[in-house]
Structure formats: C-alpha cells, structure tokens
C-alpha cells in the first residue's frame, strides 16, 4: 500500500509563521522558533529515508526487485531523476544492487558480490577465492543471559535472552578464525546448532532468510592479543602465538544493533585486508 508522506523541496515550507498575537514576547521567542525548526533535506534524501522505511517494514525481500523508477516516482509524486539519486545512494550503501536490463533489486548477502563484505581475511599468496568457502564447525550455539559487555554492544539490559554461538573457520583444513557471536534472543528465537550446521551459505543470508534480519553496516575493533587455554586449543596454536582480534558490532536498518562478534584471526597465511575511500 502506498503511504504519501510530506515532501518538501522548499525550505521556507518547513519553517513556521509565527503567531501574529505573541509579537509581543520579543526576540526570546523568536529565537526559541528558529531553533525548534527541523533542518533541510534534499529532495532525494526524503526519498532515500522513505525507501529506508519500506525495506525495513519488510515491503520488499531480500532479493526481491522493488518497483521501477518511474512508479516510484508516481508513488513519491517526485522526479525520476530525483528518485534515481536515492536508489544510486542506497546502491554505494549495499543495500540495493542494480542490474543491467533487469532493474533494482533488495541487497542479500546470498550473492556473492555481497557474501564477503564484511570477511576482510584474504591469502598472501593467491586471490581471495583460492582457498575457496571455509570450513566451518559449529563448537556451540545455545541460549544465555546478556552480560553487561553483551548488553551495552546490543542495546539491551543485563541479564536479557541472547542467542551465543562459537565456532572455527579453517582454510585448507588449517584452523584459522574462531568466532564467539551474540544475538538478541527475541529475532533469532529458534536458532539453533542443527540450523547452522545444515545451511551451507554465509551466516548473514541465513540470518535474512530465515529470521528476517539484514545486517547492513558494521564497527570493529582491531588490536593485537595471545590465546588462552581454550583459544589455543581451536585454533591449534601456541601461547606464544600473535592473534588478530576484531571485535564487531553489526547493525540492521535505524542503526540498530543485531550481533556482536569477537573474532580472533591466525595470520601466518592471512592477512587483513580494508578498501579505504
């Protein structure tokens, strides 16, 4: 169902006439009003936000193709023109994917232009797809209590349901990345080892196919550790050994926060690679 919201390329429109009756409270008021007047935004990103709005409501899947530019424009009583900046934008944002002769369509990291956005780990020698996909095993996936950490990267309080998963990435056969992953227990109800052991595709098309929840931009934290005891024995390491450790905090649409991941990566073969624009 098409929603019209206000849509203003003016910006006079935005600011409100003061009441003629409290021209006598000086520039106190007056100045209070200019204040609690909302700030311009370009045409395009009304747009934008509205198109934001509708993948969050779930109106289209991931996948899905979304309505042409001109019926978008119909719909938004805006520009084609202003309608394509919005799209080109959601497109450097990953969140929509244009294809030739075919249209735009919902972001999903099922593709595989997408699946490795945010696996920066690549071989020394060789390009990224040498190795080919990981080999992953599953150590745990079960429900806990959010610690105050977990609590404060995911939004919640302590002591709240989370879904807590551990598992290791091997290249080669070669243990190389041990994963401990959080996720608010409510979305991810019903995730279960049994569910990540049987899905052969990345963790993240898993997540918005089956739970409904797409993870559009991420933070990490970057700094050099040593294993413990326990790290030692999954990654098949010593004490002595350098781990790279990238802590994540991954989020969906409204910067909301959906997962936190400490990662700890062997680097004798690998190394850590970011495109910075």
């Not at 099922?110 to 020698?125: I, M, N, S, W």
């Not at 041990?178 to 049987?198: Q, S, V, Y």
Request: proline share 6%; hydrophobic share 40%.
């Amino acid at each position: 169902m098409a929603v019209t919201l206000p849509l203003s390329s003016d910006p006079g429109a935005l600011n409100p006439q003061a009441d003629p009756s409290s021209a006598g409270q000086g520039a106190t008021a007056g100045a209070a009003a200019t204040q609690a007047t909302p700030a311009f935004s370009p045409l395009y990103q009304q747009i934008k936000a509205l198109l934001l709005q509708s993948l969050e409501a779930g109106e289209w899947k991931s996948g899905a193709a979304i309505p042409s530019e001109q019926e978008l424009a119909a719909r938004f009583r805006v520009s084609q023109g202003t309608v394509r900046k919005a799209i080109d934008e959601l497109s450097i944002d990953n969140l929509l994917v244009r294809r030739q002769g075919k249209g735009t369509f919902v972001a999903t990291h099922a593709e595989r232009q997408v699946q490795y956005r945010f696996l920066k780990l690549v071989p020394d020698h060789g390009d990224a797809n040498r190795d080919g996909p990981a080999q992953r095993q599953i150590v745990e996936c079960k429900r806990a209590r959010a610690s105050a950490e977990v609590a404060r990267g995911l939004g919640l309080r302590a002591g709240d349901a989370v879904m807590q998963i551990r598992r290791v990435l091997s290249f080669g056969a070669c243990p190389t990345i041990l994963e401990d992953i959080w996720l608010p227990g409510i979305p991810f109800k019903g995730l279960t080892a049994e569910r990540l052991r049987d899905d052969d595709g990345p963790m993240y098309a898993l997540f918005e196919r089956e739970f409904g929840v797409r993870m559009v931009r991420a933070e990490e934290k970057i700094r050099a550790v040593l294993p413990d005891g326990m790290q030692m024995d999954l990654l098949a390491v010593t004490s002595s050994t350098p781990l790279l450790s990238v802590e994540r905090i991954a989020y969906t649409y409204n910067d909301a926060p959906m997962e936190m991941r400490q990662c700890l990566y062997l680097t004798s073969t690998h190394y850590y690679r970011n495109e910075l624009y």
